[in-house]
């Protein structure tokens, strides 16, 4: 059973992880288009109605996640599971030169092993907040240290996310 502070934690940053994404997509439709398509992994008639379609399912699993709907958790693992997985068919075909999307339209984030694992990491947290929440009273001190907890996850992601933009941008100096 997971502690009703770390199931909020949970829910919360992912939901923000989604949320975020599907902003910076629909904020700059054309980028994200373009991004999904460099993937190379959907028929080319099938990028323009994915690329709206996309940023819409990030906000409603997002919503989801934070009404605790039962298949919110599965469809969020789902999304970080296919991204991680594209990300790991192109570095296998050798193209780690494509914009990630990761970045939003603000900042360009080279493919990187790195971001498949962290991918993976999204995917089994969401499937954690599947699990039953134990029941226990709340008081005002856990709901201080939920939101801060949700920062903190926000923090650290946002944190990983930047190295990895500099460790790209560090190996392209290098070659």
Not at 95 to 106: A, H, K, T, V, Y
Request: charged fraction near 15%.
């Amino acid at each position: 059973m997971l502690d009703p502070i770390v199931d909020f934690m949970l829910r919360g940053g992912l939901a923000a992880i989604l949320a975020l994404a599907a902003i910076h997509k629909l904020r700059d439709r054309a980028t994200f288009e373009g991004q999904l398509a460099a993937y190379d992994l959907l028929p080319e008639v099938m990028v323009h109605g994915a690329s709206r379609a996309i940023p819409l399912i990030e906000l409603a699993a997002a919503l989801f996640l934070m009404m605790r709907s039962a298949h919110a958790s599965v469809t969020a693992a789902t999304i970080f599971f296919i991204y991680g997985a594209a990300m790991a068919i192109n570095l296998a075909r050798g193209r780690r030169d494509i914009d990630c999307g990761c970045g939003g339209p603000d900042g360009k984030q080279m493919l990187h092993p790195a971001l498949v694992v962290r991918n993976l990491v999204l995917t089994t947290c969401a499937l954690l907040v599947s699990w039953p929440v134990a029941a226990r009273p709340l008081g005002w001190l856990d709901y201080l240290v939920s939101v801060l907890a949700v920062v903190a996850v926000l923090a650290i992601y946002t944190a990983f996310n930047t190295l990895m933009a500099n460790l790209a941008g560090t190996q392209r100096l290098k070659d």
